[in-house]
């Protein structure tokens, strides 16, 4: 599994972004696929997953209202739309794969694999 994130940008706000994280692989089938963002000097931070299969979707407490996760199975790729940005959604944005299904969709960045290089987003005020 090797994925690759993209569409990261420096945006005012309460702009929006979508960012891509798609599979470079032949096949891919994970249990889930998430989002995180890392911060300067922080830890790597979870933010939204979802299913592979079927449209179960999981956001942390700061994502919940704002932002929307989704997939193109046939591209092999998840979006995350991020609306109304705020400066604190600032970071480093990162996807990965969990590819066991052992207590249903994880929150850990352990639990993911196939980080590929992420993608800045910065939110200035």
């Known amino acids: ?35 995180f963002r890392q911060a300067p000097g922080e830890e790597c931070e979870f ?6 299969s079927g449209t179960s979707t999981y956001y942390s407490a700061s994502a919940e209202e704002r932002f929307s ?30 590819v066991h299904s052992i207590a249903g969709v994880r929150t850990e960045a352990h639990e993911y694999l196939g980080w590929g290089r992420g993608t800045q987003v910065t939110v200035s005020s």
């Open 1 to 35: 599994v090797q994925l690759q994130a993209s569409g990261g940008g420096l945006v005012q706000a309460g702009d929006s972004l979508r960012l891509s994280c798609t599979n470079s692989g032949r096949t891919f089938d994970p249990h889930a696929v998430g989002w």
């Open 47 to 52: 933010v939204a997953a979802i299913r592979w």
């Open 69 to 98: 996760i989704s997939k193109d199975t046939a591209k092999k790729t998840v979006y995350l739309q991020m609306n109304s940005l705020e400066p604190g959604d600032t970071g480093v944005y990162y996807c990965g794969a969990q």
